[in-house]
């Protein structure tokens, strides 16, 4: 299997979050996206290779044209208006105030396109965001030959919607692939999210989409983030309506007491949805070390997570997405593709 690794992702780096109520160093570190490479090569899994430049149009197809010139564009403002360090948003639209204005200055900018104060900007992230896109469309497109891809994406994508931002994420890596094996012509397409948090992001792009499946299991958001959105009344609407499976499960889930039964459920939509391909949105946070995520499978489980999505026998192309502690999301990575190679 071939792996696409973007260096452009060293540039995101530096920011803070703020994280019960203090100000830490962001989770979602450039060391996270090292491990995972040096991983991949030391366990001899395939070659590596940079990405192929696309351009914006694939972008343009899944995001909305203001809120991609606002990442463009975000950080020049951001020092044009005498900040340095980092740009997280100050107030963000909730009840009673108005969605629907776009407000002149950087602060009322990073409102309107985020949701959370966990998503620092830096001189580097759109360049970094860029290439982890780029990364996902060259995998996707190695699927016209090969059996499976894997996107070293860093940031991650899931958590970002059509105009916006939050999660650690800008653009949605998965659903710029998916949308790009659409326009390819590999027919229907199934996202499979085994991330610890749900995919609001992908969930939110294929909400009305009818050829588009998209399945995750993650904690419930009753209690984790996004808070938001990932409850399993949500099935999708007009077109798409019963093609959004959400699986929640409560904090301390393993293998054995729900996570294996749930992974299997959301295999068998998948079979009964007929896709001509599968993305996987590959978080690892649902490791039981994993310093902000509340799951507790276990190093030999990840292998058989690659091992029951092999056995769908699609064509499948993994994006990375979360997994913060940082010496082991390498392995468990390593893991879950090396499972599915041997596995099926
Ligand atoms: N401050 C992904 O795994 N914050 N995103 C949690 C820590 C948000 C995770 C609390 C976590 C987002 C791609
Ligand atoms: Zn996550």
Partial sequence: M?????PLHIGHV???ELNRGALVPCFETPERADIILNAYREAGLGPIVEPEDYG??????????????????????WVAAGRSGFALPFAIPGRSLRTDVLPEGVDGALGHFCFDVGTPIV??????????????LTAADLLAGERAAFALCRPPGHHAGRSV??????LNNAAIAAEHLRARGH???AI????????????DIFWERGDVLYASIHADPATDFPYFLGYADEEGAGAGRGTTLNIPLPHGTGWDDGWGDALQRALDSIQAFGPGALVVS??????????????KLTDKHFPLIGHAIAKLGLPTLFVFEGGYAVAEVGRNVVGVLDGFTTGR
């Fill in 2 to 6: 071939k792996a696409v690794y973007s």
């Fill in 14 to 16: 530096g920011g803070m």
């Fill in 56 to 77: 914006e149009g694939p972008l343009r197809a899944v995001h909305e044209e203001a809120y991609l010139t606002f990442l463009k564009t975000i950080w020049e403002r």
């Fill in 123 to 136: 001189e580097g992230t759109w360049q970094a965001a860029y290439g982890a896109a780029q990364a996902a």
């Fill in 165 to 170: 931002y939050g999660g650690y994420s800008f």
């Fill in 187 to 189: 027919g229907r397409v």
């Fill in 192 to 203: 499979l999210d085994v991330d610890y948090h749900h995919g609001n992001g992908t969930q």
């Fill in 282 to 295: 590959l978080g690892v946070d649902t490791w039981d070390g994993d310093p902000i995520s509340g799951f």
